[in-house]
């Protein structure tokens, strides 16, 4: 086997794999973002529209007998 194909061969495949990863870390770096923008958005929120909103069908009727 050829030496110098050999270690392009393994060169690239290191080239790919640091790039794969620098790609995974800036996706992980904005599911870490939007995580904390929902959380934030949730614990500044009322909890009864959150309530209400999650569960539309509740307190829409009153059941009355006479």
């Known amino acids: 086997m050829d030496i110098a194909l050999m270690s392009m061969s393994l060169n690239q495949g290191k080239v790919q794999q640091r790039a794969s990863l ?4 800036i996706a992980m770096g904005n599911a870490k973002q939007q995580g904390e923008a929902v959380q934030e958005l949730i614990s500044s929120a009322n909890v009864k529209t959150l309530q209400q909103a999650a569960q539309s069908h509740l307190g829409g009727n009153i059941d ?3």
């Open 22 to 25: 620098l790609v995974m870390k």
């Open 64 to 66: 009355l007998k006479l």
